[in-house]
């Protein structure tokens, strides 16, 4: 049985799961605690975890498929500006080479309350130098003098021409010292933001990697064969010479690998994701069965750097109770472990003996939270968890399950004071949170034009049932915790990536014969998880053996899979997109199918002015095998196509559903489905970019490929 390993690296503890690579059963999962002061840092927790699930689960070297780990390293480092000093070398000359000076100079960034990332800029006359190399080495030097342990190489308009940028890369690597050209970071205009982001880079290279050496030297020296993989913020993973490279990639990793995991269980396709810890929630937002990604911002400050939409709220499972004049007020942010006190609902009934209510400061400036002193001298915090217990919330089966009795005993002087029962206090102090909560919540799908009918809540993390069936039962909404919810995260980075490989025999082979090879890679990859739009394909051509290899990586999709791959029936099908669209299941039509993917509509009629008008719509909800809706329009034309024919029914389509007014021709959106692949050729001005474009994402497909081409007005979008 062939092994994919996840290690998750969290601030308290390390984790481990073990999972069939056919299945996608979990096998086996391991807790140790994560070794801040070990010499060798968090890979010796690493290692530890690592061998245990081996040991445990009866795993050996050989059967490990596929090894990865996420960290919050990075994320740490910058929210207690544990970071370097940074050098920038600016170069440039004339007036652009003035305005470059002024964009590059950072100064110091704010990371965090009152944590800052320090740094230096020198510039380098580009035009005046006789010998660029030398000037830029004496502007690194002079910078090294002042303090930088690593390099940001910056000037304009890199992205075209990155010669400057990457040579002084490679005069850095000759004086021992990281460096990090902008042009590597992104490939998008605008020097003041990518140089920001290279900054960011620059200032947690020299930390991360010494770890991510440490750690691929102790995955090898466990005699595992399979490279070890990084999570990524966007939810894939990287390789650790990409981290040494990019470890900016790895900031809200965590995050990113707790939905990547949900969605491999959970078939949602408009959601939002709530993975509780013990002192916070990260909040995320699936639509159309796709994890919703922004430029993410450190220190309030744009980057390029693409990442999950998470929201923080300061609410989780061990949130402790705020009181004023010894009642309820408010719930979190502290929590029980930040005041060092034990979780009430994790006490045994009988060591709560004659409780009386007091408060506690974690901090001299943080308002008062409650406690319970008991007369054994037990003492314990009252706490989100406890109120989730004590209101019916919590399931036997669940993880945060704890004792009811004993939650009640410790909860007994508070609802005292406020004249309510046990449970009505507890009912009260998940209302202040479901408050906060809600805010985040209600503003995702505001921003992302949720539908709040359609739209559930799932949970994940160890605290999930102690936040997420209140507050969906208070905002009216579906909710249901993931399966294995506790090491959701762990789960998404042991199932992050996807690759595949074509090798075929072709004497003399034409370019044709390559892009078909390409695409069939890219298409396998695609057909197993990996999301489109993130594969990447490398093509060998060994002409000795007329061979042609393909190898096509990519970040595993952001949404559901079967684990048994089991296919829906139509019928089933159609009950999903009937409840989605609050339509009879008898009014559903297949408009068209590719295999995979099913475009199902029905004529919507609505009536106007007392019965006088009728306006019929056709909605459209492409759905594939799995039952995960990818496309929702409210208005759509759909056709059965094939690659032969798509090009025509592209231009009925366009010919029918072009506005013209003043600013001229106003293209309708359009949608081209490969397989499992919503092709989007939307957006594009004119015909000819889009059957350009269009035939470039097709190429190599036979002829008689089904495809289904749909269309929308932009108004109906």
Same mark, same amino acid.
């Given at each position: 049985?062939?092994?994919?390993?996840?290690?998750?690296?969290?601030?308290?503890?390390?984790?481990?799961?073990?999972?069939?690579?056919?299945?996608?059963?979990?096998?086996?999962?391991?807790?140790?605690?994560?070794?801040?002061?070990?010499?060798?840092?968090?890979?010796?927790?690493?290692?530890?975890?690592?061998?245990?699930?081996?040991?445990?689960?009866?795993?050996?070297?050989?059967?490990?498929?596929?090894?990865?780990?996420?960290?919050?390293?990075?994320?740490?480092?910058?929210?207690?500006?544990?970071?370097?000093?940074?050098?920038?070398?600016?170069?440039?000359?004339?007036?652009?080479?003035?305005?470059?000076?002024?964009?590059?100079?950072?100064?110091?960034?704010?990371?965090?309350?009152?944590?800052?990332?320090?740094?230096?800029?020198?510039?380098?006359?580009?035009?005046?130098?006789?010998?660029?190399?030398?000037?830029?080495?004496?502007?690194?030097?002079?910078?090294?003098?002042?303090?930088?342990?690593?390099?940001?190489?910056?000037?304009?308009?890199?992205?075209?021409?990155?010669?400057?940028?990457?040579?002084?890369?490679?005069?850095?690597?000759?004086?021992?010292?990281?460096?990090?050209?902008?042009?590597?970071?992104?490939?998008?205009?605008?020097? %003041?933001?990518?140089?920001?982001?290279?900054?960011?880079?620059?200032?947690?290279?020299? %930390?991360?990697?010494?770890?991510?050496?440490?750690?691929?030297?102790?995955?090898?020296?466990?005699?595992?064969?399979?490279?070890?993989?990084?999570?990524?913020?966007?939810?894939?993973?990287?390789?650790?010479?990409?981290?040494?490279?990019?470890?900016?990639?790895?900031?809200?990793?965590?995050?990113?690998?707790?939905?990547?995991?949900?969605?491999?269980?959970?078939?949602?396709?408009?959601?939002?994701?709530?993975?509780?810890?013990?002192?916070?929630?990260?909040?995320?937002?699936?639509?159309?069965?796709?994890?919703?990604?922004?430029?993410?911002?450190?220190?309030?400050?744009?980057?390029?750097?693409?990442?999950?939409?998470? =929201?923080?709220?300061?609410?989780?499972?061990? *949130?402790?109770?705020?009181?004023?004049?010894?009642?309820?007020?408010?719930?979190?942010?502290?929590?029980?472990?930040?005041?060092?006190?034990?979780?009430?609902?994790?006490?045994?009934?009988?060591?709560?003996?004659?409780?009386?209510?007091?408060?506690?400061?974690?901090?001299?400036?943080?308002?008062?939270?409650?406690?319970?002193?008991?007369?054994?001298?037990?003492?314990?915090?009252?706490?989100?968890?406890?109120?989730?217990?004590?209101?019916?919330?919590? =399931?036997?089966?669940?993880?945060?399950?704890?004792?009811?009795?004993?939650?009640?005993?410790?909860?007994?002087?508070?609802?005292?004071?406020?004249?309510?029962?046990?449970?009505?206090?507890?009912?009260?102090?998940?209302?202040?949170?479901?408050?906060?909560?809600?805010?985040?919540?209600?503003?995702?799908?505001?921003?992302?034009?949720?539908?709040?009918?359609?739209?559930?809540?799932?949970?994940?993390?160890?605290?999930?049932?102690?936040?997420?069936?209140?507050?969906?039962?208070?905002?009216?909404?579906?909710?249901?915790?993931?399966?294995?919810?506790?090491?959701? *995260?762990?789960?998404?980075?042991?199932?992050?990536?996807?690759?595949?490989?074509?090798?075929?025999?072709?004497?003399?082979?034409?370019?044709?014969?390559?892009?078909?090879?390409?695409?069939?890679? $890219?298409?396998?990859?695609?057909?197993?998880?990996?999301?489109?739009?993130?594969?990447?394909?490398?093509?060998?051509?060994?002409?000795?053996?007329?061979?042609?290899?393909?190898?096509?990586?990519?970040?595993?999709?952001? =949404?559901?899979?079967?684990?048994?791959?089991?296919?829906?029936?139509?019928?089933?099908?159609?009950?999903?997109?009937?409840?989605?669209?609050?339509?009879? %299941?008898?009014?559903?039509?297949?408009?068209?199918?590719?295999?995979?993917?099913?475009?199902?509509?029905?004529?919507?009629?609505?009536? %106007?002015?007392?019965?006088?008008?009728?306006?019929?719509?056709?909605?459209?909800?492409?759905?594939?095998?799995?039952?995960?809706?990818?496309?929702?329009?409210?208005?759509?034309?759909?056709?059965?196509?094939?690659?032969?024919?798509?090009?025509?029914?592209?231009?009925?389509?366009?010919?029918?559903?072009?506005?013209?007014?003043?600013?001229?021709?106003?293209?309708?959106?359009?949608?081209?489905?490969?397989?499992?692949?919503?092709?989007?050729?939307?957006?594009?001005?004119?015909?000819?970019?889009?059957?350009?474009?269009?035939?470039? $994402?097709?190429?190599?497909?036979?002829?008689?490929?089904?495809?289904?081409?749909?269309?929308?007005?932009?108004?109906?979008?």
């Amino acid at each position: 049985m062939k092994v994919r390993i996840g290690i998750d690296v969290g601030g308290t503890f390390t984790d481990a799961v073990a999972i069939n690579n056919d299945t996608y059963e979990l096998i086996g999962t391991v807790k140790v605690p994560t070794t801040h002061t070990a010499k060798e840092g968090v890979a010796a927790g690493i290692v530890e975890v690592l061998h245990k699930v081996m040991e445990e689960n009866g795993i050996r070297p050989e059967d490990v498929t596929f090894i990865a780990h996420g960290t919050t390293q990075a994320t740490n480092a910058l929210l207690e500006g544990d970071v370097a000093n940074v050098g920038i070398v600016t170069m440039g000359s004339g007036l652009q080479g003035a305005k470059s000076r002024s964009d590059t100079a950072m100064g110091s960034i704010e990371l965090a309350a009152g944590k800052f990332l320090p740094s230096e800029n020198v510039y380098v006359d580009t035009g005046a130098a006789q010998d660029v190399a030398a000037a830029v080495k004496s502007a690194v030097q002079e910078l090294m003098g002042q303090g930088a342990t690593s390099i940001v190489a910056a000037e304009a308009f890199s992205v075209d021409d990155p010669a400057n940028e990457n040579a002084a890369v490679h005069v850095c690597a000759e004086l021992g010292v990281p460096g990090t050209a902008t042009n590597d970071i992104s490939k998008l205009y605008g020097l %003041k933001i990518r140089t920001r982001t290279a900054v960011v880079n620059a200032s947690i290279m020299p %930390k991360m990697l010494e770890a991510a050496t440490m750690t691929e030297r102790s995955i090898q020296g466990a005699g595992i064969k399979s490279p070890l993989m990084v999570m990524r913020c966007d939810g894939g993973v990287m390789t650790v010479e990409e981290v040494r490279n990019r470890p900016i990639l790895t900031i809200l990793s965590g995050p990113a690998a707790g939905v990547a995991g949900a969605l491999m269980y959970e078939k949602l396709t408009d959601g939002i994701f709530f993975e509780v810890g013990g002192t916070s929630t990260d909040i995320s937002c699936v639509k159309d069965g796709k994890v919703m990604i922004q430029y993410a911002e450190v220190g309030g400050h744009k980057t390029y750097l693409n990442s999950l939409d998470v =929201r923080t709220v300061g609410i989780g499972g061990g *949130s402790m109770v705020q009181l004023r004049d010894g009642k309820a007020v408010g719930t979190g942010p502290r929590s029980a472990h930040i005041a060092d006190l034990e979780y009430e609902v994790y006490s045994k009934p009988e060591d709560i003996v004659e409780p009386r209510l007091t408060g506690v400061r974690p901090t001299p400036t943080d308002p008062e939270y409650a406690c319970i002193q008991c007369t054994n001298g037990v003492k314990v915090a009252l706490t989100m968890a406890g109120a989730a217990n004590i209101a019916g919330y919590v =399931r036997p089966d669940d993880y945060a399950y704890g004792s009811r009795e004993a939650a009640e005993k410790a909860w007994k002087p508070l609802a005292d004071n406020m004249g309510c029962t046990v449970e009505e206090a507890a009912k009260r102090v998940l209302a202040f949170a479901a408050e906060k909560n809600a805010r985040v919540a209600s503003q995702l799908m505001k921003d992302y034009q949720m539908d709040p009918r359609n739209t559930v809540f799932v949970g994940g993390g160890g605290g999930a049932s102690t936040v997420v069936p209140h507050l969906a039962e208070t905002m009216g909404h579906k909710h249901r915790i993931a399966k294995n919810a506790p090491v959701i *995260s762990t789960i998404g980075v042991a199932l992050a990536m996807v690759r595949d490989m074509v090798e075929r025999t072709v004497t003399n082979p034409t370019d044709d014969d390559i892009i078909s090879v390409r695409r069939e890679a $890219e298409l396998k990859a695609i057909q197993n998880g990996a999301a489109p739009g993130t594969v990447e394909v490398s093509v060998e051509v060994d002409t000795q053996r007329n061979i042609i290899r393909a190898i096509a990586v990519g970040a595993t999709e952001m =949404r559901s899979k079967d684990m048994m791959n089991q296919k829906l029936g139509k019928d089933a099908l159609f009950a999903i997109v009937a409840e989605n669209l609050g339509a009879d %299941k008898a009014q559903l039509r297949i408009a068209a199918e590719n295999g995979p993917m099913f475009a199902v509509q029905y004529d919507k009629v609505e009536k %106007k002015l007392f019965g006088l008008r009728k306006k019929t719509t056709h909605p459209l909800r492409l759905i594939d095998e799995e039952g995960v809706i990818r496309l929702q329009k409210n208005n759509a034309w759909v056709r059965q196509s094939s690659v032969a024919e798509w090009e025509k029914d592209a231009a009925w389509m366009l010919e029918e559903l072009t506005e013209y007014n003043d600013g001229g021709a106003n293209l309708p959106n359009l949608y081209v489905v490969l397989g499992k692949r919503v092709i989007d050729l939307s957006g594009l001005s004119s015909d000819t970019q889009i059957y350009s474009l269009g035939n470039v $994402e097709l190429a190599g497909c036979g002829a008689q490929e089904p495809l289904i081409v749909a269309a929308t007005k932009r108004v109906d979008a």
